[in-house]
């Protein structure tokens, strides 16, 4: 049983790890094309599922505390075990409440700056933009192909054909940078 609950536990901190690393996501409804927002990434309502994070908190919890028992107590294996997962269980539900109430309580007091929701978006210029004069760009988002009127960040001028990268957009004109000179300070 030691072998069982560390192996468990071992999982469970890998699956951490993998939801560190991944991000977590919503989970859409299956067969249904999920809304987009304003950026293309699928928005919907939260809901506890099967999923690295809740997977990897239940094993956590599983190994840590079957281990406990095994090593500090008499109890049968049967009863280690049936405990354990009890814990395990609990532990996950409220761990996932919490997490999704606080969640909830941060967003509602998020102001949202419309200007800088493409910002880091990439586009290609389609008519150049001078100087003097505002040129236009277009770029994707979910799937669908958007024009606007576009000036450059600096003032500099950018040829057609040019891949640049969206800073903000204000009263239908995006500021924007060539992605050469992005890519040169990264």
Do not use: C, N
């Amino acid at each position: 049983m030691q072998l069982l609950y560390l192996a468990t536990f071992l999982t469970g901190l890998l699956l951490g790890v993998y939801a560190m690393i991944r991000g977590v996501e919503r989970i859409g409804t299956p067969g249904r094309t999920p809304e987009l927002d304003a950026l293309g990434r699928p928005t919907g309502a939260a809901r506890m599922a099967l999923s690295a994070p809740t997977a990897g908190a239940f094993a956590t919890v599983l190994g840590v505390t079957g281990y406990l028992l095994w090593r500090y107590t008499t109890l049968a294996s049967g009863v280690q075990l049936a405990v354990a997962v009890g814990a395990a269980l609990i532990a996950t539900v409220a761990a996932a409440r919490a997490v999704s109430y606080w969640a909830t309580q941060a967003a509602e007091h998020d102001i949202v700056d419309e200007r800088y929701l493409l910002q880091g978006h990439p586009a290609q210029v389609v008519s150049p933009i001078l100087a003097d004069l505002p040129g236009e760009i277009a770029y994707v988002v979910g799937g669908k192909r958007y024009g606007v009127t576009a000036e450059s960040l600096d003032g500099t001028p950018v040829a057609a054909g040019t891949e640049v990268i969206i800073d903000r957009v204000e009263k239908g004109v995006a500021y924007v940078e060539p992605w050469i000179q992005v890519e040169q300070r990264l």
